[in-house]
């Protein structure tokens, strides 16, 4: 991915682009935010505890705890709108959550209902005994998939219940399988119209309305992020 972002950033992407001083109607516009040094260097050692407290701890609410602590302590989030922030994470994190949870319901039925046999049995027979064969079509498999749904949150249950029995079917080890799902969930969020891969960044670049998300987000990104993880993620099934 950090190929292909230097290939969009020097080679495909280089020519300046045009845009239109349009002003930009807010709700906020008497509000200004700027960025200091010390705002930056705490907010850098918000992120690195986060990280330390979740290694040692494995926990995610001391590591998120011990992250807003510093940041509010260091006044770069101010205390009354710490609750307004914790508000928002928590919605994100339901709805993350509950497509997960939806996503592995959907993935129950099909093992309970014996479709994964099936799916395994007609793939092993005609993949062969060919391991480079199996993982470009699997990682193809995948983007199909999770173009579909728009995430790899609720991509991965449903492509681990089909490609874990076809990767032990053919051979493959638990770190080139693990590989093969990570790639094939990446590549379609990466892209897809519905990801919040892509509709994040959308929603901020078309603040003036001169962006358009299927032509300079999705396809750029598709192309740019998609064509080196799938050749890296075969690569690295087929080695590992």
Known sequence: MFLGLLVAV?????????????????DHTNESVSYTVYSIIFAILAVIATVVVQIIYGSMI??????????????NVRFKESDALLTDGM????????????????AEVIRET????????????????SQGLAAIIMILVGL???MGIGSSFATVPIIAA?????????GFSPLATIALIGTAGAIGDAGAPASDSTLGPTAGLNADGQHNHIWDTCVPTF????????SFGWLAAVIL
Not at 91 to 106: D, L
């Open 62 to 75: 001391f590591a998120g705890l011990a992250g807003l602590i510093i940041l509010v302590f260091s006044r």
């Open 223 to 230: 192309l740019h992020f998609n064509i080196p993880l799938v």
């Open 10 to 26: 020097f080679i495909t992407y280089r020519k300046q682009r045009t845009y239109e001083n349009i002003p930009i109607e807010s």
């Open 162 to 170: 089909l490609f874990v029995p076809i990767c032990a079917a053919m």
């Open 144 to 146: 199909l998939i999770t």
């Open 91 to 106: 919605k994100m994190m339901a709805f993350i959550s509950f497509v997960m949870i939806a996503a592995a319901g959907f």
């Open 114 to 129: 014996g479709h994964v046999e099936q799916i395994v049995d007609a793939s092993t027979a005609w993949m062969g005994d």
